[in-house]
């Protein structure tokens, strides 16, 4: 079956520790972006990639870094300079260019809390 | 910039009550419109999409008209059930970026 899978679904740090939060899709989709979802908040975008050994800061970028070194995957590192890092994070994807429709493919997320 | 503004939950209902979650929003040039749900735990699917002004998107029951004339993407529908209970995004794409509103709780009880 064609999708986005995100692991690991529920991940605990401690404080001062990094932790990658792995996206992986076979959707063949060109973009792919990282959310972050806080109750209340809706969801803020942290990095999006539209093609591979590329990618952009979202609107809140401080504190997390990303790589596209293949087309499939974006991973998502949530460092140490992340103040508040606790949150639940969905990664997804979609087609760029032409074929482009706006809408998004979701993973099932992942649930990060730091103790 | 562009924007999307719903209407704030939780909502509650009974089953087979009507359900309107109000969405409005602001955009630059010409945005496609759509619904997004999500249940407990889970990621977001596509609910419904409308791409240019007086199309009507629908699903699952669930129908949304996009008017441009008051810039609005109104979720409704006839009988909700219990299984309907999530929480339910309002966003716009204009050039391949979206714009999510900040969600509505939909709670249905028996």
């Known amino acids: 079956d064609g999708g986005i899978t995100q692991s690991p679904k529920y991940l605990f740090r401690k404080e001062g520790q990094n932790v990658t939060l792995s996206c992986e899709q076979n959707?063949?989709?060109?973009?792919m972006y990282w959310y972050r979802q806080d109750p209340g908040q809706g969801l803020r975008l942290i990095y999006y990639?539209?093609?591979?050994?590329?990618?952009q800061k979202g609107d809140i970028a401080e504190g997390y870094s990303v790589s596209r070194e293949k087309k499939e995957s974006f991973p998502l590192t949530v460092t140490s300079a992340q103040k508040n890092p606790t949150a639940f994070y969905l990664c997804?994807?979609?087609?760029?260019?032409?074929?482009?429709?706006?809408?998004?493919?979701f993973g099932e997320g992942s649930r990060l809390t730091v103790l | 910039g562009n924007s999307v503004t719903q209407m704030e939950g939780p909502v509650t209902l009974s089953e087979e009550a009507f359900l309107t979650i109000n969405c409005t929003y602001t955009?630059?040039?010409?945005?496609?419109l759509f619904w997004y749900v999500q249940y407990p735990g889970e990621g977001l699917q596509l609910l419904l999409k409308?791409?240019?002004?007086?199309d009507k998107g629908s699903n699952k029951g669930f129908e949304a008209t996009y008017r441009k004339e008051t810039t609005s993407f109104h979720l409704e529908k006839g009988s909700v059930q219990v299984s309907d209970s999530a929480v339910y995004f309002c966003?716009?794409?204009?050039?391949?970026?979206?714009?999510f509103g900040k969600g509505t709780m939909l709670l249905v009880s028996p």
């Open positions: 997804a994807s979609t087609i760029a260019g032409a074929g482009n429709t706006g809408e998004l493919f």
């Open positions: 959707l063949n989709h060109d973009a």
């Open positions: 990639s539209q093609i591979v050994n590329d990618f």
């Open positions: 955009a630059t040039g010409y945005p496609s």
């Open positions: 409308a791409t240019k002004a007086d």
């Open positions: 966003a716009l794409s204009v050039r391949s970026t979206l714009t």
